[in-house]
């Protein structure tokens, strides 16, 4: 089994597994305590066959190329395509030149995306907002106009807003991979680029609603849900029902006895753990449709995450606690 080393943290893993999942890998050790070591994705998923290559956000060093070859890779490498030799060394947090063309990426990917986030549905939990957050500057340098687009409904239930779209494919990919009838895709090239569904056909899928979940941005959101409220005000839970589709586990979006939303439960990656059909996601909205299980842990993922919150309020009251120290020690 090769083994990799990122960021001063090696581990052995399977032929053929790429340097994000490794780097997933060593931060899902049990015990690991390390920082967060894994590149941010913007266009991979690991549930979607061949997804990856698009954004460039996940790009990495290669400072030793393998225990053959130590030659340091030329360029920096999207780590979502390029596989581990053993004995490979790779940069990521570590390496100035890294974070410098990330933030180049960063500010690429939002040359054409709106700056809605106080009316975007998606805000709390976009993964350009939280690029953006870690990863981006506080100016743009763009001066010319943003490319527009008109919103379009795709069926009753998905609303297509092009204008957030940062063309990551992985809308196309789901609804290649988990629906009969795919009449979404990409049409035209370069900055011209964007995602239509042939003259706005609906997609009739029981599955199709997993476009909204595997979207990283506003582009594709819940029609049902559309404005009902900022996602921070609402409580998620985990809930089941019995379903001959899906595995009918879901996280239900509440406020108060009301059920907004209803979506697949994301794992720490924000990837759905399971897809869910479209029967739970749109049409089982009272409470009595549901097993409740409990509370859901929010994972620091999100800028506007509960816990991030709960992570800023430990360290806040971590800075108290030494502050408290040292003044006790002076006396
Ligand atoms: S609509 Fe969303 S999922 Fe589809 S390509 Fe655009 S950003 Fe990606
Ligand atoms: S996540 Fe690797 S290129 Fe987009």
Redesign the pocket.
């Known amino acids: 089994m090769p083994k990799v080393t990122i960021d001063g943290h090696s581990i052995e893993v399977p032929d053929g597994t790429t340097i994000?999942q490794a780097a997933r890998m060593i931060v899902d050790q049990p015990g690991y305590q390390g920082e967060n070591i894994a590149?941010?994705?913007?266009?991979?998923h690991s549930k979607l066959k061949t997804s990856?290559?698009?954004?460039?956000?996940?790009?990495v060093k290669v400072s030793k190329g393998s225990e053959k070859d130590p030659r340091p890779m030329p360029k920096l490498v999207?780590?979502?395509?390029t596989t581990v030799m053993d004995g490979m060394e790779v940069q990521n947090t570590t390496s100035p030149e890294v974070l410098e063309a990330r933030r180049g990426v960063v500010e690429f990917l939002l040359i054409n995306h709106p700056l809605d986030c106080p009316v975007c549905d998606q805000a709390g939990e976009c993964h350009l907002q939280d690029l953006g957050y870690e990863n981006g500057g506080a100016k743009t340098r763009y001066d010319f106009s943003r490319r527009t687009f008109a919103k379009i409904d795709i069926g009753p239930y998905i609303k297509l807003h092009m204008t957030r779209c940062i063309m990551?494919f992985r809308c196309v990919k789901a609804a290649d991979q988990l629906t009969d009838n795919r009449f979404q895709g990409m049409l035209f090239r370069g900055d011209a680029s964007e995602i239509s569904t042939y003259i706005e056909k609906v997609i009739d899928n029981d599955f199709s609603g997993n476009v909204i979940d595997v979207c990283p941005v506003g582009a594709l959101t819940d029609r049902t849900f559309r404005f009902k409220s900022r996602v921070w005000f609402t409580k998620p839970m985990n809930a089941h029902r019995s379903c001959t589709k899906c595995s009918g586990k879901v996280a239900l979006w509440e406020k108060g006895n009301e059920i907004l939303r209803v979506t697949s439960r994301k794992d720490k990656w924000g990837e759905p753990e399971e897809f869910i059909c479209n029967e739970c996601r749109f049409e089982k909205k009272h409470i009595n449709d549901w097993v409740i299980e409990g509370p859901r842990h929010i994972d620091p993922h999100s800028v506007i995450s509960l816990n991030h919150y709960e992570n800023v309020l430990a360290k806040m009251k971590l800075d108290v606690a030494k502050q408290q120290k040292q003044l006790a020690d002076k006396k």
């Open positions: 994000l590149p941010p994705t913007m266009c991979y990856g290559g698009y954004c460039r956000s996940c790009i999207a780590s979502c395509r990551c």
